[in-house]
């Protein structure tokens, strides 16, 4: 069975810090990938995804992730990280067969001002 | 904006109570869908529904139903609700024109306790 999983269950980092999220699944045909972010009190919204093309994808408040398909991961990364980065965090997998998104447990990040 | 309701933020109910939770979508998503969100456990499909009346089971069908007699409203069923049902259920919703490549909408969530 598919499955998606992210390293961390928590992270804690200081403003300006760099950040890295990491996500790997498990399927090995053609993927879609996503990011979704579920900051304190809203919806869950989309940060990014990718599809097709440059595997290095940009989002929203600076966010990138990167799409390596011989290691089957899509980390998130942000070079200096604020304190409003504070949320969790979702990787998310749809193989090209079904519209069923699979979803990671969620690494929740907390930033120390 | 793509706005995704939720009946109730918050319910609290007994065990054996039939519970409806309602969504509703305004941008007239083809797609919508039923997740419940545990701690750990990231989000898992309940149901989803590709069309007025149509319905596919996720991974967790087991003690929900769902109905969707419009296309911009989608119900999810406890039928005898229970206390390992007591979690977050999110509701989304997608266009249904591009496939796999799709953003999915989120509604506010409803937090179920079943006591």
């Known amino acids: 069975a598919q499955s998606v999983s992210q390293h961390n269950h928590h992270v804690i980092l200081s403003e300006a810090a760099s950040l890295e999220l990491g996500c790997n699944y498990s399927?090995?045909?053609?993927?879609?990938l996503f990011w979704y972010v579920q900051y304190p009190g809203q919806h869950l919204q989309l940060l990014l995804k990718?599809?097709?093309?440059d595997p290095l994808v940009k989002g929203i408040k600076g966010f990138e992730a990167e799409f390596i398909k011989s290691k089957f991961s899509f980390n998130l990364r942000k070079p200096s990280v604020q304190w409003s980065d504070t949320a969790e965090y979702f990787c998310a997998v749809n193989a090209l067969s079904n519209y069923q998104l699979i979803w990671g447990a969620g690494t929740k990040l907390i930033i120390k001002p | 904006d793509v706005k995704v309701t939720q009946s109730s933020r918050y319910l609290v109910k007994r065990t054996g109570e039939k519970v409806f939770l309602e969504c509703v979508q305004d941008?007239?998503?083809?797609?919508m869908f039923w997740y419940r969100q545990d701690p750990g456990l990231g989000l898992r499909l309940i149901y989803f529904s590709y069309d007025v009346k149509m319905k596919e089971k996720g991974d967790i069908p087991e003690g929900y139903s769902v109905s969707r007699e419009k296309k911009e409203r989608f119900s999810l069923i406890l039928e005898s609700a229970s206390t390992n049902q007591t979690s977050m259920y999110l509701c989304?919703?997608?266009?249904?024109?591009?496939?796999?490549?799709?953003?999915?909408?989120f509604g506010p969530g409803t937090r179920l306790l079943v006591l």
């Open positions: 989304a919703s997608s266009a249904g024109t591009s496939g796999t490549q799709e953003t999915q909408y």
């Open positions: 399927y090995g045909g053609t993927v879609n």
């Open positions: 941008m007239d998503h083809e797609n």
């Open positions: 990718y599809f097709s093309g």
